[in-house]
């Protein structure tokens, strides 16, 4: 899972240090990732991979928002700092700047996880600027993990949003993929869904899939799960058995599903007729497991 190698030492023992970001960005040594509307610079390193391009902090950082978000996993390593800036006074290439999406799989385990961590708290905090329970804005704090209302008191912390991913195949070993509303021409991916309040991961699987295709599902079994900061997600993937083979979509969510076969997979993808998700997702990852090896396809975003 592309999202899910980060290599960072969060040290949230050192959240709560009083003045710990003066002391950070007061260090030339401390290392900041600087984003600009979700983007950050990044450079091809020696090694042909993406790789961040972060800077010392300056005098400019003191004003906007700015979190710990670990170090390196050496002994007394390097720190690790996010500074959200406006594009007017950000520093280098804006041309060089890229988001998540874009770069994260052909990152390092430690960038992948530094702008993974940097991408998932500024989402949260832009989102986050009022109390829930009195609406007064709320101020950051413990190094930017919290948001404090100074009116009653309240900590609020960043939430994540658990959400299904899956893969869902018959018994002649046919993939289910669906577009939905929304999706760019010819894309189509696995099914998901966000989890409700009482529910069980596997519930969730078993409802999302009869809800957008109408089809009952068995043997629902854990893949793998990845953060997935857009805003605040953490997709858990699995895998699902279908009982029948009848789709019945839903309307204002599925715009068409169709079972593939591998060679029918394999030529709807060469030809450009089918297009599927970028190298990052948890959904083209689920695809490859099922298929048995990477397929070649145009990295291409499938959300219009």
Known sequence: MALSRGSLERRSDLRSEPGLLETLLGDPSTRVVELV?????????????IALTYRSPVPADAGRFVAYLGHDA?????AYVLSV?????????DSARHGLRSV?????????????????????????????????????????????????????????????????????????????VGFAAQGMSVLAGFVEPGESLAAAVAREVHEEVGVRVTDVTYLGDQPWPFPSSLMVGFTARALS???????????????FDRDELAR?????????????????????????????????????
């Open 85 to 93: 800036a406006e594009a007017a006074d950000a520093s280098g290439d």
């Open 37 to 49: 509307d979700g983007r950050a610079l990044v450079r091809e390193d020696a090694d042909g991979h």
């Open 268 to 304: 709807a993808v060469a030809d450009g007729s089918l297009r599927i998700s970028r190298r990052i997702s948890i959904a083209r990852r689920l695809i490859e497991h099922w298929y048995g090896e990477e397929i070649d396809a145009p990295e291409v975003t499938l959300r219009g």
């Open 74 to 78: 050496e002994v007394g390593g390097t």
């Open 104 to 180: 994260g799989a052909q990152m390092g385990d430690l960038d992948a996880g530094v702008l993974t961590t940097a991408t998932g708290l500024a989402n949260w905090h832009a989102r986050h600027r009022f109390c829930p329970q009195c609406g007064a804005p709320t101020e950051p704090a413990q190094a930017g993990w919290i948001r404090v209302c100074p009116r009653d008191g309240s900590e609020h912390y960043p939430r994540t949003d658990p959400a299904v991913i899956m893969s869902v195949v018959d018994e002649h070993d046919r993939l289910l993929l669906a577009r939905g």
């Open 245 to 259: 083979t009848d789709l019945v979509l839903q309307e204002n969510e599925i715009e068409e599903a169709r079972w």
